[in-house]
Structures are given as structure tokens and as C-alpha cells.
């Protein structure tokens, strides 16, 4: 699935765009509601996701995602180490 996709997915998931409420606002959702925040920002996230890998495959770098929290994260593309870099396909160096 392509990230454009995701993001068309999570605009179906999500059509009343409750990501774009303030903390205080989500918090307070019915469940319902809260199900359908949580979908639209999982498919927005993994669709982010996807792009960071794409650019990172692209220049040839590795993407470090170093976890903040049971749900944050911080990512950085680095050089890639080269006990990795020796597991990619020949056609892609």
C-alpha cells in the first residue's frame, strides 16, 4: 500500500478529521468516536511511516527509531551500519 493510499483510508476512517481536535477534546470522545480518531491517526502514521522508509531506501540510509514512550517515538535516518548494509539486494546499492 502506497502512503497516499494509507492517508485516503484514514480520510474514509476518520471523515469528521477528529485528529485535528485539542487533546482535551479527544479525551472526552464517546468510544465510538475515539475508535474512529484511532483509526484515522493509525493509518496516518503508518502512511508517515512508509514515506520515511521510502526516503531513506532512496539516499540508501537506515531509519533509527528509538522509542520515548509506550506510544512516542523519536526517528532519524542514519548511514547505515555495515553489517546491514551487506543484507541489501546488490541491484539497490
Request: glycine content about 4%; overall charge neutral.
Given at each position: 500500500?502506497t502512503p497516499?493510499y ?7 476512517a ?8 485539542g487533546?482535551?477534546?479527544q ?12 483509526a ?13 522508509l521510502?526516503?531513506?531506501l ?9 522509542p520515548?514512550?509506550s506510544c512516542?517515538q ?5 548511514e ?14
Amino acid at each position: 500500500m502506497t502512503p497516499q493510499y494509507l492517508n485516503e483510508l484514514a480520510d474514509l476512517a476518520d471523515p469528521d478529521e477528529l485528529w485535528r481536535l485539542g487533546w482535551e477534546a479527544q479525551r472526552d470522545l464517546p468510544p465510538e468516536k475515539r475508535k474512529q480518531l484511532d483509526a484515522g491517526v493509525t493509518l496516518r502514521r503508518y502512511a508517515a511511516h512508509l514515506t520515511t522508509l521510502a526516503g531513506a531506501l532512496e539516499r540508501k540510509e537506515s531509519v533509527l527509531i528509538t522509542p520515548l514512550s509506550s506510544c512516542g517515538q523519536a526517528t532519524m535516518c542514519v548511514e547505515t551500519p555495515p553489517r546491514h548494509r551487506k543484507l541489501r539486494r546488490t541491484d539497490d546499492l
